[in-house]
C-alpha cells in the first residue's frame, strides 16, 4: 500500500491510530501519527456530537442524545456506515494539501471492529477546479457587464455614493451611529455586486455584514477600535472593487470606471450651461421647448434598468434550483435615471426577496397545483407625472402569522398592536429594520435589511410603496413616484 501514492490509517473504538499505517500519510501530515487522535486529525471542526440521525429514530430505534458520536454507533452495533455516511466529512485541508476521506468499516469476527480511512491527495484536482470556476466567474462578469454597460456605468456612480455615505456613518461617534443604516448600504453594496458578477465584492461585503450582525447581537462591542476595523475593511472593499474592474479593461476604459461624481458634475453643470445659455438668448416662446428638449436628453427607456433585475432574477433563480420566468411591461417608459438613481439602486432587494423569500420551490409548487416555473412580472406604468412600478411573483404570498410572530420575537411591535393591527399593519413591520422571516442567514437574505432601504429610497423621492398578498398566490410590491415623468 506504501506505493499506491494514497494514505491508509486504521482505528479501534478508542479513537487512537493503529501503529500499521502507509507512508504516504506520514508525508500528508510532516509527522508520526500512530497512537494520535483520529478524531483530532481528521474531525478538527467537524462537531460529530452536534448531528442528530432522525432515520433511526424513524427505525424505532431509541433516539440519539448529544454525547453520542457518530462512529461510537457503528463501534456499538447501533447502526451501519451507509446511514452515517453523508455525515461524515469527505475533505481536510492538511498543510498546504486538499485530502479526500473515504472511510470503510472492518468488522471483526469477535469483538469490536475497526474503521480504515482511505487518503487520497486531490491538492491539484481542486487547485484546477477552482482556476476553472474563477475564468467562468470572470466570463460571466464580462458578459454581464458588455450586455448593460451604461447600466454598469450608472451602478459604479451609485457604488461611489454609498461608499461615500458609508465613511460618513463610520466618521460619527460610535455612540451616535445608526446601524441600520450603515446595514443597508453594504447591503445594497452587495446586492448591486452579485446582480454584475463581482463575487468576490458580494462576498467581502457580506463578511462585513456578519461582523455587523455580531454588534446588533451584542456580541460585539462598538468601540474605536472595533470601528477603524471597519474603516480598514471598507477602504479593502473599494481597493477591491477597483483590482475587479482592471479585468473590464477590454470593455470599459479606465477613464470611464474611475469617473467620480466630481467629473460627472462638471459634465451636468455643461449641460445644464448650454441650456441657461440657450433659454437665455432665445426667444420667450422658445423657452418650454427647450426646457422639455434637454429635459427628454436626461431621460432614458426604464426597460433597461428592468431588463438589468430580469437577469438579476433569472441567475438568483438559477443557484436557489427555482425554475423561473421573467416578465416585462412598460419598458418604453422615459425617466430621469439621475434623480432615480438610489432608488434603482436599492431596487435589488425587492427582487431578491421575491426570489428567495416568495417563490417556492419546484417540488412544492407541484404540492400546491402550481406549474414548475416560477413567474415574476416588472411592471412599469405612466399616471400623469407619476410612475408606478409593480414587483409581482405568483409564490407562496406572506405568511401574516408569521410576520406577527417574528415581530414579537424580534420586539419590533407590541402584544397589543399586534392583537388589533390589520393584515395590511402586519404586512408593513416587513419593512422594518432588522425583521426577517428566515431563522438563518444566507447570501441572499436573512439580515432583516433590503426592504427598509427601498422603503426608504422611496420615501426620499416622496413616493409609496404597497403590499398585496394571498397565501399560495403571490405577492405584489406597487411603487408610486410622483413628478418624475
Known sequence: M???GQGFLTFGGDYRIHREYSKPCGHFFKRPIEYLSVLDLLFTGFDLSEFYLSNLEDQGRSPLNREHELLDLVFAGQTSLD??????PKEIQVLEKTLALE??????????????????DITKERELAAMIAEEEERNTMIIKVA?????????LREMEELFQSVHAVLSQDPDAMDLNELFRYYHTIKGGAASYGLKAVAQFSHEIENKLEEIRRDKLEMGVALLQDLVKETSALQQLLSETLKQLSGILSEDEWRQSERVYQVRESKFLNIEQLLIKNLPEQFI??????????????????LQK???TAKDLAGELNKPIEVLLQGGEIEVSFDRLSPFFGSMIHLIRNAVDHGLEAPEKRLMLGKTETCQIQ????ACNQSLKLRIMDDGSGIDIARVRQKALTKKLASESFLAQASETEIMNLIFEPGFSTRDDVSKLSGRGVGLDAVKIAVEALQGVIE???QPNLGTTFEITIPNVL
Request: net charge negative; no cysteine; hydrophobic share 40%.
Open 2 to 4: 506504501d506505493n499506491t
Open 83 to 88: 446511514i452515517i455516511q453523508e455525515l461524515l
Open 103 to 120: 472511510f470503510r468499516y472492518i468488522p471483526a469476527k469477535t469483538g469490536q471492529g475497526k474503521f480504515m480511512t482511505i487518503l487520497t
Open 147 to 155: 450586455t448593460d454597460r451604461d447600466g454598469f456605468l450608472l451602478f
Open 288 to 305: 418650454e421647448e427647450i426646457h422639455n428638449s434637454f429635459e427628454s436628453m436626461r431621460k432614458q427607456p426604464i426597460g433597461r434598468i
Open 309 to 311: 433585475y430580469a437577469v
Open 378 to 381: 416588472i411592471e412599469a406604468e
Open 467 to 469: 403590499i398585496q398578498s
